[in-house]
């Protein structure tokens, strides 16, 4: 209604969201055989000594993930969100500060595990009275040490391609490095018999081909993104703002290695060298389901950004309900196949004794069951960081990655080792009970800003939808004491842009829709974003110059001269299959 002012329908949120859905699924299924791939070739060669050397190995990688995910998740978070503002050179200066400082804290880490590999090793629970498995965890874990670097570098390019619309790419080069990780791991451990070391060395070739490919991708001029390394020292200051809201997810990591550690003692005592087979079959089973659900959060948590950037209330809903509905979906198929065929995983990971199959089948069952609540506690997660509800996010993360989990393994472990399993269920169920309270309690919004300072409006690309359209926007001008010239000038670059996206973008005979969302700033400023289903058309890319400095002048640029001039900033982007342009004025 004129006047109002309410958010209107968001048409572009749904097409969006499943542009990225794919290639995000795919690289998520990618990276979970990636994961799985060191423990099945092992497995299938070594037998429960080369599953256990895997699971004392995990911790390990838990202090990597710490580290790359709080970077590369929240690192791209704040880059989408400065893109969606309008800010592309500091978006590029953030992601140049942050792959910095994290390569170079990946070096540091890989000189100081290779140092104090033996002690690393005791704490990690690999005793010498068992020398097999000593030794297989020893050569493993000074490949994946020494390798550091390599996954900081891979995980971080992909979140950022990802925020930069390059889904496509992301998925491709982390795809292949997976696929060659597999491969490699069939050939250097199954083939050529090399164990421990060649699965590990499988593993950091997967991702140094990630790399090149992703490197190699960003050099191509014609890519839509603007993604683009520019060499200078960090400032902290804003790698600190990436990193901390990256932690508030990456901080699981933290309670998934005391829990590890914990567990893989506790498993030690109670099932010996079976025991923790089983826990690493369970593990890894349970990243073929739940890294379902993190591609389906990855896929939303980037557009998440952007619409919180361009304060597009409706936006956000419509991704999260396409995001929970499609995370249910694909990881309760994943859940489902797992619970019906477990004696396939046992088989294919491994376990050879009767009694390690049995428990393996049965806990497979149970983490089944327990992973629908995980994956409902994986996408609130993920959510919360998206929207930067730092609170939320972390209650999430230390609730089910320790806070709950370990009293619940050690309580459940008194009951004996086929109840210690039921601790999955029961740590996810009561961490959704926690958090709905808390959430409860709180009372947040649950928007990253204040709603009754936007306007915004869908409308059909035909010339009488614009006069209404100007009308509302003057009406939201004089609510929030728009000076006359921002007024005029404000209703003048949306009037102005949109006769050029239906004169010039839409396909001739075919009506296309218009997202226009006007922001009263809190500085007096008003941003103007508009989002259009045209094909590829910037409009700032006009020929402006003057009519007597060129035979090739467009006429119907003068708008466009003018709103140059008059806006503090202006930016243009091809984003998801749409054009996506800011306005501040």
Not at 49 to 75: C, E, K, Q, R, W
Request: glycine share 10%.
């Amino acid at each position: 209604m004129m006047g109002t002012f309410k958010t209107g329908p968001d048409r572009f949120a749904g097409p969006m969201f499943l542009r990225a859905l794919v290639p995000a699924l795919i690289s998520s299924a990618g990276l979970g055989v990636s994961d799985v791939a060191d423990a099945v070739v092992l497995g299938q060669r070594m037998g429960e000594t080369g599953l256990a050397a895997i699971s004392l190995a995990l911790p390990v990688f838990m202090v990597i993930n710490l580290i790359m995910h709080g970077f590369g998740s929240g690192g791209s978070i704040r880059y989408s969100r400065l893109l969606g503002e309008g800010n592309p050179q500091e978006a590029i200066r953030s992601f140049s500060f942050v792959i910095v400082t994290a390569l170079a804290a990946g070096i540091l880490l890989s000189l100081a595990g290779n140092l104090m590999i033996h002690p690393l090793l005791s704490v990690l629970g690999a005793g010498r009275e068992n020398r097999e498995l000593y030794e297989a965890s020893r050569i493993y874990v000074e490949v994946i040490v020494s390798g550091i670097p390599l996954f900081f570098g891979a995980y971080i390019l992909n979140y950022y391609l990802r925020a930069d619309g390059s889904q496509k790419l992301a998925s491709f080069g982390f795809t292949v490095g997976n696929l060659s990780d597999l491969f490699l791991n069939i050939l250097l451990v199954l083939v050529f018999d090399l164990g421990a070391a060649g699965a590990a060395w499988s593993t950091l070739a997967g991702q140094a081909i990630a790399i090149v490919i992703y490197l190699w991708a960003l050099r191509k001029p014609d890519r839509e993104g603007i993604l683009s390394f520019h060499p200078a020292l960090p400032d902290i200051r804003e790698v600190c703002s990436c990193y901390r809201l990256g932690f508030a997810t990456s901080s699981q990591y933290i309670f998934q290695m005391v829990f590890l550690l914990i567990a893989n003692r506790m498993l030690m005592k109670m099932g010996g060298e079976n025991g923790v087979a089983v826990f690493d079959l369970v593990q890894n089973t349970s990243f073929l389901i739940l890294y379902l659900y993190d591609g389906v959060s990855r896929a939303a948590q980037p557009l998440i950004s952007t619409f919180n950037g361009e304060c597009s209330s409706q936006g956000v809903k419509e991704t999260l309900r396409l995001g929970y509905r499609w995370g249910m979906a694909v990881g309760g198929l994943g859940a489902l196949l797992v619970f019906l065929f477990p004696q396939a995983l046992s088989a294919i990971f491994g376990l050879q004794s009767a009694e390690a199959i049995i428990l393996g089948n049965y806990a497979l069952r149970v983490l089944a069951f327990g992973s629908v609540f995980a994956g409902l506690c994986i996408l609130t997660e993920s959510f919360c960081q998206a929207q930067e509800d730092e609170k939320g996010a972390f209650l999430i993360s230390s609730l089910r990655g320790a806070v709950i989990l370990i009293p619940c393994a050690l309580i459940f472990s008194m009951a004996g080792l086929q109840a210690f399993w039921w601790m999955y269920p029961a740590a996810e169920i009561l961490t959704l009970a926690v958090y709905g309270i808390w959430k409860k309690c709180s009372g947040s919004s649950g928007t990253a800003f204040d709603t009754e300072r936007v306007y915004s409006s869908l409308i059909l690309g035909r010339n009488d939808n614009i006069r209404p359209l100007t009308q509302e926007i003057e009406n939201f001008l004089e609510k929030w004491d728009a000076a006359p010239s921002q007024q005029y000038f404000v209703q003048m670059a949306a009037e102005e842009i949109c006769l050029l996206i239906m004169q010039k973008g839409f396909i001739q005979g075919k009506d296309g829709y218009i997202q226009v969302t006007l922001v009263a700033m809190e500085n007096g400023d008003f941003e103007l974003h508009i989002r259009d289903d045209a094909v590829k058309f910037n409009p700032f890319a006009l020929n402006t110059a003057k009519a007597d400095q060129g035979d090739d002048w467009d006429p119907e640029a003068i708008g466009i001269l003018v709103i140059k001039e008059k806006s503090k900033d202006f930016f243009y982007r091809r984003y998801q299959g749409f054009n996506t342009m800011v306005i501040r004025i």
